[in-house]
């Protein structure tokens, strides 16, 4: 115990420094960031607007501080950052597009209008009115319970004993339902519909979820329903539509909205400065504010938006160690700290908070100066911090589920690598940031056995005898989910991909070049995986292509293939890779509505090169249903 009291004592102490340096930041006169505005342009990715600043400690160095595509600006913590330095690869294959041979931009034109015939499918029309149908009882109990073991483990939302009898009550009454409680009901079958089965078989019925969710949450009658189930029902709309990958990349936004609606009911202050509060009122109100905590700084880090949120700005404590049915009770006692339950991982999660609010801020705020020694600070106080949460789980009398013991480990170590990212690319060019090089692919690897935990090296399957089913839980998550969770799996397979590639670039001698075999297997399985993720319902093929490009680069200077060579064998690959996705895109849209494929018409076949390819949005989802404007947030995976 004395070693525990020390270690939290060096957390605060670590907390308390990264607060004062911060502050001393911007109160004290700080060198001036040198900075330039990189413009880049090709028919292939579109234009780019890359925001570079050096420090004069930097030895001139230029680290990317934000990026603008489409009207859309994006910070460190956006996925594209890591992307840029794949810029040679377009760069390549962009004079072979147009030339007579190439069958390169007609068959993204092909997979591009079969993804939008199936998105038009399962996208109902607008607006959806909340209905009754549902799937059979066996079926709802089975996404009820999917629901329950995985997203409401992490993410506390419903007092479960309450919702459990509101389940039952709602199955007894026939045609009498409540609309609330009906809305909350469809969104937590959305939720739990990503965790069902390996193929995400009920993906068009969780989509129709969320849409009807959607409409009623846009009612006019916003104003009278402010309340705690509404912001239950608010928080899981924003869950399910960030997994099931529907207008995704907005939730930055929607996570604004939302809140704003709790700080306007109170929910930044504590409970005990609110009068007349049961406890089970104050308990539900510091949950609910947890969440909402976690949902804006996830947000933040998917979107490469502002966190735009302080711990200066509310004194909610942190949910107490209660199991759901304590707090039925009128006066409950909460459990010691190191008595596992329901709130455990929860109360975990927000000891972390305040670091990696840190982070997200030193990533994508206006004003910070993202100086590598405040890196070095943050990377020391989440370690820290960590250390103190593993502790205090290996403490507990019952351990939590492996599916909850993951998840911490998979959210903590992609806050590590996104502080690490701005650095990664500048350690190329010499030694200063080789400490960040080693974090990032040491992360991004533990990241990607993270993702592919259920999966075979083959991806041939998503089960394997020895997996455990909160292995598969966690799998098809990250495998079968969209945005905060699926992002690391390519983002990982990127990196990798270009400490490779930098590895057969940097070698000057004359034998073979050592290659790490566990390396190597994360691009073949994340080639596999990305193919599977198109059969299991994406429709947009550029992760697949991307990473089949990525593939043929690194096989290309295996062989030593000469560099004159490499652009034919890159074109070769994107026609092969669009060719596999077509096979899988034309029996699923046959399958949605019998229609004929047929060729292109003469519209879409005379649009210019620019204008096509240059939608090259959703990379990570099947995102972005409802909106004219596909930003290219996703493009590269």
């Known amino acids: 115990m004395h070693e525990i009291e020390m270690l939290k004592s060096k957390v605060r102490q670590l907390e308390n420094e990264l607060a004062k340096s911060t502050k001393s930041h911007t109160e004290t006169s700080a060198p001036t960031p040198v900075s330039d505005i990189e413009t880049t342009h090709s028919h292939l990715a579109g234009t780019f607007h890359i925001h570079n600043t050096s420090l004069p400690s930097n030895e001139g160095q230029m680290v990317r501080r934000s990026f603008i595509h489409k009207r859309r600006l994006f910070g460190q913590s956006h996925w594209i950052s890591s992307m840029i330095l794949f810029r040679d690869i377009v760069e390549m294959i962009e004079p072979y597009l147009m030339t007579e041979g190439s069958n390169v931009v007609l068959g993204l034109q092909k997979c591009k209008r079969l993804g939008k015939r199936i998105k038009a499918q399962r996208t109902p029309q607008w607006p959806a009115p909340i209905t009754t149908d549902l799937p059979s009882k066996d079926i709802c109990d089975a996404l009820v319970d999917c629901y329950l073991r995985t997203s409401e483990r992490v993410y506390r939302v419903l007092h479960i004993p309450s919702f459990k009898r509101d389940y039952v009550t709602f199955w007894d009454s026939g045609t009498r339902y409540d609309p609330m409680f009906l809305v909350q009901l469809k969104l937590v079958l959305a939720i739990g519909c990503t965790t069902y089965d390996d193929e995400l078989s009920l993906r068009s019925l969780a989509v129709r979820f969320i849409y009807e969710a959607q409409t009623w949450l846009a009612e006019p009658e916003y104003k009278a329903r402010l309340g705690i189930q509404f912001l239950q029902a608010h928080i899981l709309f924003l869950l399910a539509r960030e997994l099931l990958g529907v207008d995704g990349g907005m939730n930055w936004i929607a996570a604004g909205t939302l809140i704003r609606t709790a700080i306007y009911m109170g929910l930044h202050r504590d409970p005990i400065q609110i009068p007349n509060l049961s406890e089970f009122a104050s308990e539900m109100r510091r949950r609910l504010w947890n969440t909402i905590l976690e949902v804006c700084l996830q947000s933040s880090m998917e979107s490469g938006g502002p966190a735009l949120i302080s711990v200066e700005e509310f004194d909610t404590e942190p949910p107490r160690n209660f199991d759901d049915h304590d707090i039925e009770a009128e006066e409950p006692i909460p459990h010691p700290e190191n008595q596992f339950t329901s709130s455990s991982i929860a109360i975990a999660f927000r000891k972390t908070f305040p670091i990696r609010l840190a982070i997200a801020k030193f990533l994508n ?206 074109i070769k690959a994107a026609e092969e890779a669009e060719d596999k996705c077509l096979s899988i895109l034309e029996p699923m849209a046959a399958k949605g509505q019998n229609e004929n494929i047929g060729e292109p018409s003469e519209a879409e076949s005379t649009t210019s090169l620019p204008d096509m390819i240059n939608d090259w949005d959703s990379m990570m989802s099947d995102g972005n249903f409802n909106f004219d404007m596909e930003p290219f947030e996703k493009v590269l995976f």
């Open 365 to 570: 705020d206006f004003g910070g100066q993202g100086s590598y020694e405040e890196a070095i600070r943050l990377d020391a106080t989440l370690r820290a911090s960590y250390k103190e949460m593993r502790r205090t789980i290996q403490g507990y009398f019952i351990q939590p589920s492996q599916f909850e013991v993951l998840m911490l480990d998979f959210v903590i170590r992609r806050y590590l690598l996104s502080i690490h990212i701005p650095f990664f690319g500048p350690s190329f060019l010499g030694t200063t940031y080789a400490f960040s090089r080693s974090v990032v692919i040491d992360t991004a690897l533990k990241l990607f056995n993270c993702s592919r935990i259920a999966l075979p090296s083959t991806a041939s399957s998503l089960l394997t005898q020895s997996t455990t089913p909160n292995q598969i839980d966690f799998g098809r998550l990250t495998m079968s989910g969209s945005g905060f969770f699926h992002t690391p799996f390519l983002h990982s397979s990127f990196i990798i991909a270009i400490e490779l590639k930098s590895q057969f670039l940097e070698e000057e001698g004359l034998g073979p070049v050592s290659i790490r075999p566990d390396l190597l297997s994360v691009i073949h399985d994340a080639k596999a995986l990305s193919l599977k993720y198109i059969k299991i319902g994406e429709t947009n093929i550029k992760g697949y292509l991307f990473m089949s490009l990525v593939s043929t680069q690194l096989d290309a200077l295996m062989q030593g293939v000469s560099k004159d060579e490499i652009p034919k064998l890159l």
